[in-house]
């Protein structure tokens, strides 16, 4: 199977391109009206979720109506804590819902174990066979899970929070549970990545959304630790790390055995660079509220940031998933400004 | 008038000091059992704020019931836009609310202009006087407003937000609008200030909770420009600026002409001391989370952090505002290791 259209691979492996690849963290959803209907259809976000065809079928609206260089299976990091034994509900306008959390051994014991991942997340992994079909090698399939320290702290707090005060509690008052918790996470991630796999994802990215609220040393211990765990099971994968907010961080994350770092909009792509070397390609990195902007804004601020990379080991993506009022034309004057680019 | 304890406005301003002055951000409130006592008499947050002689009594309290080195008086940033005609509701267990928003110049139009400040915030410059008679003398006494970003953010957004889109979308769709909100924040602000100097403030704090949603370069011109110009007002105060999550931002910040620099939990203390030098004096920055740990814990992270700002340049706080269900006795324990700590 050879796709017809490699770039975001190329760019992960450092290769030289013609053009920067481009996609947008949430692109399949949201924004889109094709999404709502099906959505709609669906009765909600969680049943989409589980339902391959349809999962499928909002996975590849992107490729066709935006014109993106990769795909990215339409999933969401919670499907890991559920199919560990904690079901959640995304409540409307409010966000994820767990009826159980963890916050203490006894909690924690009541959590599946010698779990089948294969069989509890099987409509992931048919979703994913689904896309690869349909998508006829037209792109890259990327697939993905949230990293271990975001996945405890929806575990522990059982909703979002501002500052996740309960998860990082545990660190301080009982580390060996929160150790056991992410140890845990980690090998049912490792297993839901393999799976993702072998059911025909071309790379795979984590998402670790609350990186940005713990000091360098606790996410060292409680962070990096696991994603440099499940990160070394796959050698050779085109893999993308994304730690939002953990700037100060950045020295840490750099060492990681990944090939790709995203970068949110309020990291500094020179020092990032600096930092990061060219042993690894960055992703990122335009504020998603730049496409609030006219198409001339659109376009200066998108060149200004392609600039900023200097490199061609960059993956052209928003700095945050796109947000849900954002208009689809503005998504591709975005696009159409990358794809102009001459390298 | 000569203060029985000026630790906290001598290390302001370098001098030599025999041990580390501490308080605590939301020290006036929230954990106290004294507090919510006074707060439900009033009925609520806001009638609080706006009544001199209690809003006075439950400044105080930590320093009767904690024995903190300065007090700060009990006030809310939100007091400023309501003064400029945008009155807002404070919702038990949601957070602030308005009922307008700045998002358009005509709407901008619609706030009020050249307000006398004297007049409007009168609640606070009279809470101020009273606290100054009440507490004899015994520590300093803070006065404080919120930077004009954050500020913004809330004119803007009309309440809480984990992105604060709208207000970053204006920096793009519109910034001449955000400038010319910015400037009359500032303006106000600065009045403000002054009032409560001479009312009897001891000290000036302003506080940017949401400087960590922006990029270097945004900070710089929407959130720096305007702090620096408030700044500039008060040469000889002591002035403490405290950029929450600004970490990509701090050679700008420490630019500043204050004398103090706030840094959150995840700053990395050895780096921010490298860039801000001896020139001024760092405040902080206990994670908030340590206060849930065993009393053992407590003496352990706060000797840990004291040893790592190797300075007598050091104010002790949290890094965070004290979360609302840390047991009082466990502030006790902190304060005591800090009180204890040889220099």
Not at 189 to 201: M, P, R, V
Request: include cysteine; charged fraction near 25%.
């Amino acid at each position: 199977m050879s796709l017809k259209n490699d770039l975001y691979l190329r760019a992960h492996r450092g290769d030289n391109l013609e053009r920067y690849p481009v996609w947008l963290m949430r692109q399949a959803g949201r924004i889109l009206p094709e999404y709502r209907e099906v959505r709609s259809k669906m009765g909600g976000f969680k049943t989409l979720v589980e339902t391959p065809e349809f999962a499928s079928e909002v996975t590849i609206q992107p490729v066709d109506i935006l014109d993106v260089d990769a795909a990215i299976i339409f999933s969401d990091i919670l499907v890991v804590p559920e199919a560990m034994g904690l079901p959640y509900q995304m409540v409307e306008q409010r966000g994820p819902w767990f009826d159980k959390t963890i916050r203490t051994s006894e909690q924690l014991a009541l959590l599946d174990t010698n779990i089948d991942v294969y069989d509890r997340l099987s409509y992931v992994f048919e979703a994913i066979k689904i896309t690869k079909r349909e998508l006829k090698d037209r792109v890259p399939l990327i697939g993905f899970a949230g990293a271990p320290w975001t996945i405890l702290c929806y575990m522990v707090e059982g909703k979002g929070s501002k500052t996740f005060s309960e998860s990082r509690k545990l660190l301080y008052t009982n580390p060996a549970l929160a150790h056991e918790l992410l140890n845990r996470i980690s090998d049912v991630t490792i297993d839901y990545l393999k799976g993702q796999l072998e059911a025909g994802a071309d790379a795979l990215q984590l998402f670790d959304s609350w990186a940005g609220i713990l000091g360098r040393d606790q996410y060292a211990t409680f962070g990096l630790a696991y994603i440099r765990k499940i990160v070394q099971a796959f050698e050779g994968v085109p893999f993308t790390v994304f730690s939002k907010g953990a700037v100060a961080s950045l020295e840490d994350i750099a060492s990681l055995p990944c090939t790709a770092l995203g970068l949110d909009w309020n990291m500094e792509v020179n020092l990032a660079r600096r930092i990061v070397g060219e042993s690894k390609t960055l992703q990122g990195n335009l504020d998603p509220c730049v496409l609030y902007g006219s198409n001339k804004l659109i376009e200066n601020e998108t060149i200004k940031m392609l600039k900023s990379f200097k490199s061609h080991r960059h993956i052209v993506n928003l700095g945050h998933g796109v947000y849900p009022d954002i208009d689809p034309e503005k998504v591709k004057v975005f696009i159409k400004t990358i794809k102009n680019y001459e390298l």
